[in-house]
């Protein structure tokens, strides 16, 4: 097997970059922006995906890889690929029903599809569309019986996987957001009706299904989503708390430091995920790709590590693998094809990575994912340090 076959024809997308164009003019504004937006200057989403354009691979040839298998294992069962679908608030304000069709894929591809605590799609309905596929995603709101609410609800929908987010303690300000009036639910005032009037398409197919909301608030309860509130509940306290709480495989989500990722393994959690949120929370944050191979260290080899920021290509899947992740998750790319192109860009996005990260294993002179170690960058590592050490001579006797 080289890759999965995709499920849907598209003439449109054939990369994130397409995707991302398309994305541009089809959203209003408010939503492109809210999609795409970071925290203070955006500088730190940006250093995420150029560090990654910096990191090369060494190509071998005339090894025997006409067979190669893209399937991953990943705390103790075997995904279809190497990559799945990150958390992501609202999806469905990229376009009605996203949340339906990244379920569809995420069980054609046989990968997971993370569901945001501040979903547009109820816990339940994302199992029943995913089953084990899905995973859930749990922010700890200014509620915490509420947020433990969730939690029930997703060990008796059947979830076996929970992500605790802990990076958003508070929300960063997303000056594009604050500019641009982008409130959950929507305020439409003159500038937002303008915006919308000049995007028919997704108005009026938003407005026929109904405008997104958090589905899993305002239920029964009465707790309603408030974006700006404060998710510090996550503490050491409470990841304590949960891990005795929940059964099944429990993931932390939001990791950039080495010492806090050992204390998290060291607190019984079965993976760390690492990211710095795709730069939405911290602005000054080091790239996230950066901290994988010193946390990579921290925790031992074996230890189950999940990464995400900045990934827009297969071979960046390749070189996240490289660098130490386990397996890697997407952002704001899934959430661009399908404001393209619908269930068709999705799946060619899924098709491009997907066929990417095949080709890439060729090129490497490799045929599994679990062959994909530092051995395959360039420079090696041994001879980065024979380059680095080389360099040092070089300047202590120009000195
Ligand atoms: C629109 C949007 C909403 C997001 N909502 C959440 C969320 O609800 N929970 C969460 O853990 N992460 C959330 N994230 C962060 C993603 O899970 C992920 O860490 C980030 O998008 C990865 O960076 P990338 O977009 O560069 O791939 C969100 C990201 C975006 C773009």
């Known amino acids: 097997m080289t890759a999965p076959k995709s499920i849907g024809p598209s003439r449109k997308v054939f990369s ?42 060494q190509p071998r040839v005339m090894a025997d890889v006409a067979v190669r298998s893209v399937a991953t294992r990943l705390m103790g069962r075997t995904y279809g690929l190497p990559f799945g679908i990150a958390p992501m608030g609202m999806c469905n304000l990229s376009w009605p029903g996203a949340d339906k069709y990244l379920a569809q894929a995420a069980k054609h591809y046989d990968v997971p599809v993370c569901l945001s605590s501040a979903a ?32 029930d609800r997703a060990q008796a929908a059947g979830y076996e996987t929970l992500i605790l987010t802990v990076d958003v303690p508070q929300v960063s300000r997303r000056v594009r957001d604050l500019r641009n009036g982008f409130q959950v639910p929507f305020s439409i005032g003159p500038r937002q009706f303008i915006d919308f009037a000049l995007h028919p398409r ?21 707790v309603r989503f408030n974006r700006n509130g404060s998710r510090a509940g996550a503490d050491w ?32 959690a079965d993976a760390v995920y690492v ?61 661009f094809a399908l404001a393209a192109e619908a269930e068709a860009g999705l799946n060619a996005l899924f098709s491009a990575f997907a066929g990417d990260i095949s080709t890439a294993m060729a090129q490497l002179g490799i045929t599994t994912t679990d062959q ?28």
């Open 16 to 57: 994130t970059e397409d995707a991302w164009r398309i994305a541009a003019r089809r959203l209003p504004r408010l939503i492109f922006d809210f999609i795409e937006g970071s925290a203070g200057r955006e500088v730190s989403a940006g250093r995420n995906v150029r560090r990654f354009d910096e990191i090369m691979l």
């Open 120 to 151: 547009s799609s109820s816990i339940e309905e994302m199992y029943r569309w995913a089953g084990e596929n899905t995973w859930f995603q749990l922010y700890v709101g200014q509620s915490m019986e509420h947020s433990l609410s969730l939690v």
């Open 202 to 222: 997704w108005s009026l197919t938003t407005l026929i299904n109904g405008p997104p909301s958090a589905k899993n608030f305002n239920a029964g309860n009465g």
């Open 237 to 268: 306290a409470f990841l304590d708390r949960l891990r005795n709480h929940w059964k099944g495989k429990l993931v932390v989500k939001g990791v950039t430091s080495a010492d806090d990722a050992r204390r998290i393994r060291n607190s019984g």
């Open 275 to 335: 990211s710095n949120h795709g730069g939405r929370q911290l602005d000054s944050a080091p790239p996230a790709i950066d901290l994988l191979p010193i946390i990579r260290s921290a925790v031992g080899p074996d230890y189950p590590l999940i990464f995400d920021s900045g990934i827009r290509s297969g071979e960046d899947v390749v070189k996240a693998l490289a660098l130490g992740a386990d397996f890697v998750m997407i952002g704001r790319p899934m959430l």
């Open 372 to 399: 994909i170690t530092r051995q395959v960058l360039f420079p090696p590592p041994d001879q980065a340090l024979t380059m680095q050490d080389s360099k040092l001579k070089m300047t202590s006797t120009s000195t």
